[in-house]
């Protein structure tokens, strides 16, 4: 059984720019979250999505956006990216909502220039 | 609200010597139990999980937790450090419901030959 995808895993961007990740969970899974990880602030949680539905959002600004598919894919976007968004973003699909048990793809590393 | 304190975010031990890693948690209500374990440039890995039943709970690669709720604790331990357990390691809780998974700050384990 393929694990959590996510792409893509490295890219670089500069101030202002904005980006797309994607991560597709495992195949029979509906729910997929996404974390924030620094080196200062650990793993924080950015938001959930259950059968479409956000069911979850942490606190970070609108610059910080997601959606799942029907197919449990989901996307996350940032706009207008700042230099302290670099980071590791990393998707987690579970096979049901808020089970704790998280499937962890290997992330996409951002770099903002 | 919930929350999650791991105490120490670097640990050495030699190899073959018993791994602790301490975890204490807050929550309202009763709570799951997560260890997760991360190795360099990868995503994180369930070792254990705790949700209701058994207090000592076993996981992958040898590693255990208890949980004990008069101490509001659910501390990792190993009996033997090999040094392939290098890598850091997250504590998290949820309860389910509406609340999020919340992770620690992570504990790196470094293990000396």
Same mark, same amino acid.
């Given at each position: ?113 | 609200?919930? +929350?999650?304190?791991?105490?120490? +975010? ?17 929550? +309202? ?43 509001? +604790? ?40």
């Amino acid at each position: 059984k393929a694990g959590v995808t996510q792409t893509p895993r490295y890219l670089i961007k500069t101030r202002g720019q904005q980006v797309t990740l994607s991560c597709s969970p495992i195949s029979g899974h509906r729910s997929v979250s996404w974390y924030q990880q620094t080196p200062g602030q650990g793993l924080q949680f950015l938001f959930e999505y259950f059968s479409e539905t956000q069911r979850n959002k942490g606190n970070f600004p609108g610059r910080f956006s997601g959606r799942q598919f029907s197919n449990s894919r989901s996307e996350m976007n940032v706009s207008t990216l700042e230099l302290g968004d670099s980071a590791l973003y990393l998707c987690a699909s579970s096979l049901e909502w808020n089970t704790g048990e998280l499937f962890f793809g290997e992330g996409s590393r951002l770099t903002v220039l | 609200a919930q +929350s999650v304190t791991q105490l120490g +975010s670097h640990v050495s031990v030699s190899e073959g010597a018993l791994v602790l890693l301490r975890c204490n948690y807050s929550s +309202s209500v009763p709570p799951y139990l997560f260890w997760y374990v991360q190795y360099p440039n990868q995503g994180l890995q369930l070792l254990l999980k705790y949700t209701t039943g058994a207090t000592l709970v076993k996981g992958i690669n040898g590693f255990e937790a208890e949980f004990k709720k008069s101490e509001t +604790s659910f501390h990792l331990t190993k009996p033997s450090a090999h040094m392939s357990d290098a890598a850091e390691y997250f504590c998290a809780v949820g309860s389910g419901g509406y609340q999020k998974v919340t992770f620690g700050t992570g504990t790196k384990l470094q293990v000396i030959p």
